[in-house]
């Protein structure tokens, strides 16, 4: 069985604020929970103008606020910009009001530019071997605490909030591996190392407290719709705000235009085309079928699906096609299992 969840980056669409794109995000959760999504997912942006989950914790608490079953979660915490006790603190906060419904994924991006990466650290003296000290450190601060222990996170010990490495390298399929925790892979905008980066985490699994078995969670785009046509529409704002980020001039979320992709150089159209290998456009029907192929070839034990549609009625639309498609697979699925 298939896991289905959501990753929000609580888009901003051009003519509008970032309050509209929080009030669109709670909306949005509250149907994803109606329609059985696992879990919800913001991530950490800076300085983006077309994201509004920068505060990404203050984005799930407000989430988790209106919610009752649904798994929420950062996906991810760029936890070099952050003190590990801190972000204990903050999510034992949120684990301590809302239960045992709270992810924390990690990664080790600074999720914005390096002026804006300056402002947020004061410090760029960061070294690849931090990373891996910080996120056991972080564990250290979400397990019960140990006697004469000085330093404890409050809240945060004993809530073993549930962790995730991110992704979009070899570096965090090792790392996931080695500490034996659930590996996120960005596929959704850095496919290429996907496969070799699966193959590494999971022939090098080590089982831990947390995880006894490898757990390979993929990001996905799906853009669906009525009709092809719409959809294809639909997914150019989404192509658009891609390009951008790559030309170094990211905005807010563009409205749809036709014929978006003749209009593009080769290279970018070769930079789209790769993406599109963790896509599904189209019809619920065409979605599908993208989708059982993709999980044939990957094998992933969950995808996590993006919908970055101008629209917010077209992005409800989307993700409810996409809980459909979800259903029939997973309803296959049990169906084999039992004959």
Same mark, same amino acid.
């Given at each position: 069985?298939?896991?289905?969840?959501?990753?929000? @980056?609580?888009p901003?669409?051009?003519?509008?604020?970032?309050?509209?794109?929080?009030?669109? #995000? %709670?909306? @949005?959760?509250?149907?994803?929970?109606?329609?059985?999504?696992?879990?919800?997912?913001?991530?950490?942006?800076?300085?983006i103008?077309?994201?509004?989950?920068?505060?990404? #914790?203050? !984005?799930?608490?407000?989430?988790?606020?209106?919610?009752?079953?649904?798994?929420?979660?950062?996906g991810?915490?760029?936890l070099?910009?952050?003190?590990?006790?801190?972000?204990?603190?903050?999510?034992?906060?949120?684990a301590?009001?809302?239960?045992?419904?709270?992810? %924390?994924?990690l990664?080790r991006?600074?999720g914005? *530019?390096? %002026?804006?990466?300056?402002?947020?650290?004061?410090?760029?003296?960061q070294?690849?071997?931090?990373?891996?000290? *910080?996120?056991?450190?972080?564990?250290?601060? &979400?397990?019960?605490?140990?006697?004469?222990?000085? !330093?404890?996170?409050?809240?945060?010990?004993?809530?073993?909030?549930?962790?995730?490495?991110l992704?979009?390298? @070899?570096?965090?399929?090792?790392?996931? /591996?080695?500490?034996?925790?659930?590996?996120?892979?960005?596929?959704?905008?850095a +496919?290429?190392?996907?496969?070799e980066?699966?193959?590494?985490?999971?022939?090098?699994?080590?089982?831990?407290?947390q995880?006894?078995? +490898?757990?390979?969670? @993929?990001?996905?785009?799906?853009?669906?719709a *009525?009709?092809?046509?719409?959809? *294809?529409?639909?997914?150019?704002?989404?192509?658009?705000?891609?390009?951008?980020?790559?030309?170094?001039?990211?905005?807010?979320?563009?409205? +749809?235009?036709?014929?978006?992709?003749?209009?593009?150089?080769?290279?970018?159209?070769?930079?789209?085309?790769?993406?599109?290998?963790c896509? /599904?456009?189209?019809?619920?029907?065409?979605?599908?079928?993208q989708?059982?192929?993709? &999980?044939?070839?990957?094998?992933?034990?969950? %995808?996590?699906?993006?919908?970055?549609?101008?629209d917010? /009625?077209?992005?409800?639309? #989307?993700?409810?096609?996409?809980?459909?498609?979800?259903?029939?697979?997973?309803?296959?699925?049990?169906? !084999?299992? !039992?004959?």
């Amino acid at each position: 069985m298939t896991k289905f969840s959501v990753l929000d @980056l609580a888009p901003v669409p051009e003519g509008s604020e970032a309050k509209e794109a929080l009030q669109n #995000s %709670l909306d @949005l959760i509250q149907h994803c929970e109606r329609w059985g999504f696992e879990r919800y997912w913001v991530a950490e942006h800076h300085n983006i103008a077309g994201i509004a989950s920068a505060a990404t #914790s203050v !984005v799930m608490g407000y989430l988790a606020s209106s919610t009752s079953t649904i798994r929420i979660g950062a996906g991810g915490i760029m936890l070099p910009n952050h003190a590990p006790l801190m972000i204990a603190e903050q999510f034992g906060t949120l684990a301590s009001i809302y239960g045992d419904r709270i992810d %924390l994924g990690l990664g080790r991006a600074p999720g914005t *530019d390096q %002026l804006t990466m300056q402002a947020l650290r004061r410090s760029l003296t960061q070294e690849v071997g931090d990373f891996p000290r *910080d996120v056991v450190e972080l564990q250290h601060y &979400l397990k019960p605490p140990q006697e004469g222990q000085k !330093v404890v996170a409050t809240p945060g010990a004993g809530t073993q909030v549930p962790l995730y490495i991110l992704g979009s390298s @070899l570096f965090g399929a090792q790392l996931a /591996a080695m500490l034996g925790l659930p590996f996120a892979f960005a596929s959704h905008f850095a +496919p290429r190392a996907m496969m070799e980066a699966m193959e590494i985490y999971r022939n090098s699994f080590q089982p831990s407290e947390q995880l006894q078995q +490898p757990y390979v969670m @993929l990001g996905y785009n799906v853009c669906a719709a *009525d009709t092809a046509e719409e959809a *294809d529409f639909l997914r150019t704002s989404s192509l658009q705000s891609f390009v951008n980020l790559r030309r170094g001039v990211p905005g807010k979320l563009p409205p +749809p235009i036709a014929d978006f992709e003749s209009k593009l150089s080769d290279a970018e159209q070769g930079m789209l085309k790769e993406m599109s290998r963790c896509a /599904a456009v189209g019809t619920v029907d065409m979605v599908e079928t993208q989708i059982r192929e993709f &999980l044939a070839e990957t094998g992933a034990d969950e %995808l996590i699906v993006v919908c970055s549609i101008f629209d917010h /009625a077209a992005r409800l639309k #989307s993700y409810e096609l996409t809980a459909e498609v979800a259903r029939r697979i997973n309803s296959a699925d049990i169906q !084999v299992a !039992v004959t």
